[in-house]
């Protein structure tokens, strides 16, 4: 192997860790090595782990970007766009480094299928590119499922210190074990619409969302979501569509289903050229909403985002 | 002073359904829309856009208060277009909320959008 490949080989370890001053151990040194080469570093794990982060590195935070996952990855979808190709296309010479932790305990049910595929799809977006991202894993906190899952999606694995190859790697069975069904809600108001009617499905969708409780910035974002998913039915999708908003655990879902297919995993996690028409779309939809789940098949595809009011 | 000029000319309003209506400006170069900016729409936004580009010189108005809503492709084909200008800069001018939520996504330094807020 040339040194070119060897320089241009993506890393994406999970790291196993226990206690505390385990993952200060391990996260610190991780970041001081990068450092050490001259490389630019980014860390975005929730909050009380920034801290552990930052405190460990002293003087040596200095200058680096520290983001709160909780809020900068609240959505999973949003994080290959928003944090992690953000820093790495920031900064296109040579190799960067990040440690990303964006499955944490407290993850809802709702959430984690979204945090797994994300997982996985993070190894098709750096494909080939000199990145190093290292996701960290609370092992005496998070069920065993998940950590299993971790070694789908990671090729390495590094546990009590040491780096090892996992057996298991194979991301692309988690984007398909995760495609899960979604459950119709029963309680949902629920509009039909095609090109003639993608003004009143909007008009339809604000009203409703308005008596869900949402207001101001978010009433917004969830009538421009709203508008990019119904125009990908009418454009993609066969032409129509349907249109579902409900309330659960306190946040405001909304669902469109077609009869389309998405074929790219990838969709709306590739930030577009500057000048670039089209691709931004299903990337608004990921940043402004809270959570994003698909289903998609070849009977059709269902997508839904949550927000919180 | 020219007469206000139909440039994207009207679509047909039916219940329900989209429309936008665009003319030129009187006395300022630019162009003043109502309606609503959308897949349905486009057509007459873009050419309206190609229409504002092909008369630029220097400042450009884009006047919005009687736009309900544009959706993010509305926003990227006028931020193309003031990209692609020579020089200059577009002032838009009261437009709906979801313009200036979109160019902060997605062009948060674009120096030549200049935004009116409502």
New interface residues.
Partial sequence: MSMASINETFKHPALFYRTAQEYTDQTVSFVREGLAVGEPVAVAVPGPNLELIRSGLGSDADGLLFLDMTDAGRNPGRIIPGVLRKFADAHPKGRVRIIGEPIWAGRTAAEYPACAQHEALINAAFEGRAVTILCPYDEARLDADVLTDARLTHPTVISQGREQASDAYDWEAIVARYNEVLQPALDAAVFSFD??????A??FAVRQAQRLGLDG?RL??A??AV??LT?NS??HGGGHGTLAIWSEAGQVVVEVRDAGRLLDPLAGRRPPE??Q??G??LM?VH??TDLVRVHTTGDGTAVRFYLTP | MDAPQEVGGPVPTAPGRAALEVSSLSGRPGIRASGEITVVTRPSWEEALSELARNHAGVSYVELSDVGFVDVAGVTALAITAMNLPDGRVVVEHPPPHLPRVLEMFWPNLHQIEVAPR
Avoid at chain 1, 195 to 200: D, G, Y
């Fill in positions: 090109a003639e009617e993608l003004s009143a909007r008009t910035t917004l974002d009538e421009l508008a990019e125009t009418v454009i500057q000048g028409l089209g931004r779309g608004l940043y402004v």
